[in-house]
Structure formats: C-alpha cells, structure tokens
C-alpha cells in the first residue's frame, strides 16, 4: 500500500521568505499527485496536481511543485511567501494501480502546519 | 457552481444515538468517498463508492456504514456513535481516472465537525 511523508510538521516563516515544503511517497508504480491546502475552519481547496508531462507544474497563488520520480518526492515551493498562505498544506498521492482498480483514493500525508508571520 | 454540499457542519450527539451526515454532488461525478481527518493524522479513507449502488471499504470503516441509492447522494451514516468517532469529516467527488482517462481530481465538501459525548 502507498503511504505519504511530510516531514514538516510545522514551519514558520516571515512575510516574503522562500518556502519550500517537502514530500516523499512509497509506492513503485504510477501515481497521481496532490497538494491541498487547508485555510483556518475551511476546506481543503487543490493547490496543484500532477499526473503526466512537465514534471515542474505551476498552480493557484503563485505555487508550484516538482515531481522527481527517481526520488518519489513532489515537493512544493513558494518563491515569495505572504500572510495570506497561513494555512496546513496536505500532499496526497492517487496509485494508479490494477489491484485497486476503480478507488480513486487519495493517501494524504499528515500535513504541514504553515505559519507566516508578518 | 460546482460544488459539494454536507449538512449538518457542526454536530454534538451522545454515545449509540444514530446519525446520518448527508454530502450531496452537482458534478455529476461516479466517484464519491468519506474522510475523517484527526490531528497528526493528515485525512483516511472511510468508504468510497465507485457508483450508484456500489460501495466499498476504506481504510478506516469500522462503525460506519453507507448508502449510494442516486449518483448525486453518498450519506455516512453513525448507526452507535461512539467518542472515539470524534472528528472532521470530509465528503469529495471526482470523475474515475480508470474509465474516463479524465481529470480525476477530488472535490472536498466544506467538512462536518462530529462531537461525540
């Protein structure tokens, strides 16, 4: 079974710091990948998703992630970081795997509690 | 707008007092799923269901049961609450990866806060 690694529990950062958050999966076949982000009393809301071409892929609020396959890492990166981007980002991967054939689950990580302080 | 709707957000109830958490899908996707999120434990799988009428276990269904009679509905249902069911609960939605080739994202409904006394 996959499982997910986010070895950042929490991060704190000043306005305008680069960020870079890191995330690791287990699984040798071919994957799917996530990163959500959670703003205080909210829902999760799709930062960026990854499933084939470009391995660099950009999404909303200026974000981006790396897919590496050699090293099964997808980490996400921020040049420039706000007040606004308080919030706990969850990595999550979808296998692409016969046995699990027709469950779109997403394994997530544990979460990183991010805290930008102004 | 697309979305995904759950209701009741927030609910305190007792011990063996059944309860239903109803999540509701205008995408018309065929994938449909339970979270709960506890801290420190990130989100995991209750149930999910590929179609109507087809349902099947997660990674944590112990104490929960469901039911997918239309394509839109998927409610989690609490038979005996009980404390340790304390948590966040999401519903999400996506179009299947495997027969459509298609995006496969996952809509998340705005979450349903369970308290169990």
């Known amino acids: 079974a996959q499982s997910v690694s986010q070895h950042n529990h929490h991060v704190i950062l000043s306005e305008a710091a680069s960020l870079e958050l890191g995330c690791n999966y287990s699984?040798?076949?071919?994957?799917?990948l996530f990163w959500y982000v959670q703003y205080p009393g909210q829902h999760l809301q799709l930062l960026l998703k990854?499933?084939?071409?470009?391995?660099l892929v950009k999404g909303i609020k200026g974000f981006e992630a790396e897919f590496i396959k050699s090293k099964f890492s997808f980490n996400l990166r921020k040049p420039s970081v706000q007040w606004s981007d308080t919030a706990e980002y969850f990595c999550?991967?979808?296998?692409?795997?016969?046995?699990?054939?027709?469950?779109?689950?997403?394994?997530f990580g544990t979460g990183t509690r991010l805290t930008i302080i102004p | 707008e697309a979305q995904v709707t759950q209701n009741p957000r927030y609910l305190i109830t007792v011990t063996g007092k059944k309860l239903t958490v109803t999540c509701s899908q205008n995408?018309?996707?065929?994938?449909m799923s339970w979270y709960r999120q506890d801290p420190g434990l990130g989100l995991r799988q209750i149930y999910y269901?590929?179609?109507?009428?087809?349902?099947d276990k997660g990674d944590v269904p112990e104490g929960y049961k469901v039911s997918r009679k239309e394509k839109r509905n998927f409610p989690l249902i609490l038979e005996s609450p009980s404390p340790n069911q304390t948590s966040l609960y999401f519903c999400?939605?996506?179009?299947?990866?495997?027969?459509?080739?298609?995006?496969?994202?996952?809509?998340f409904g705005p979450g349903t806060r369970l308290t169990v006394l």
């Open positions: 999400a939605s996506s179009d299947r990866f495997r027969t459509s080739g298609r995006n496969n994202e996952q809509f």
């Open positions: 699984y040798g076949g071919t994957v799917n």
């Open positions: 990854y499933f084939s071409g470009d391995p």
């Open positions: 999550a991967v979808n296998a692409i795997d016969s046995s699990n054939f027709g469950n779109e689950k997403l394994t």
């Open positions: 995408m018309n996707h065929e994938y």
């Open positions: 269901s590929m179609n109507v009428e087809v349902t």
